[in-house]
């Protein structure tokens, strides 16, 4: 059964640091594009990172602050979040494009590429 879990959220006070896990069972990870995204109540689900075999990507708000990485032995994509300010807070899920371009397709941040989207693992940046 293919599946993505992730965790590691949490509590955490602005300026802070988390590392999320975006483990994957059932398939290997390493040739497909993987990208996390946040949602909050009442919005739609914003792109946050994604990583492919060809570049990583980041949201305007992530740049300097989160860095995203794959680790092909774990089958587990991770993002290092730090600097944490409020807006960051919402639920975290990642998903992954089965369907790029071409093997070397570089990742974009758009919902509709990625599917199989994991339950999803929330973050509360508050002091």
């Known amino acids: 059964q293919l599946q993505l879990v992730e965790s590691g959220g949490g509590l955490v006070q602005p300026g802070g640091s988390l590392r999320l896990s975006c483990e994957a069972f059932?398939?290997?990870?390493?040739?497909?594009?993987i990208g996390w995204f946040r949602q909050v109540p009442g919005k739609e689900r914003m792109g946050v990172s994604c990583?492919?075999?060809?570049?990583?990507n980041y949201a305007d708000s992530a740049k300097g602050r989160f860095a995203i990485t794959k680790d092909i032995a774990k089958n587990t994509v991770y993002l290092q979040m730090n600097a944490l300010k409020p807006e960051d807070s919402g639920v975290y899920y990642c998903?992954?494009?089965?369907?790029?371009?071409?093997?070397?397709?570089?990742?974009?941040?758009?919902?509709?590429?990625?599917?199989?989207w994991g339950q999803g693992t929330a973050v509360n940046v508050s002091s």
């Open positions: 059932g398939f290997n990870l390493e040739p497909y594009p």
């Open positions: 990583v492919s075999r060809s570049n990583t």
């Open positions: 998903g992954v494009d089965f369907f790029p371009s071409n093997s070397y397709s570089d990742c974009r941040l758009i919902e509709g590429k990625f599917g199989s």
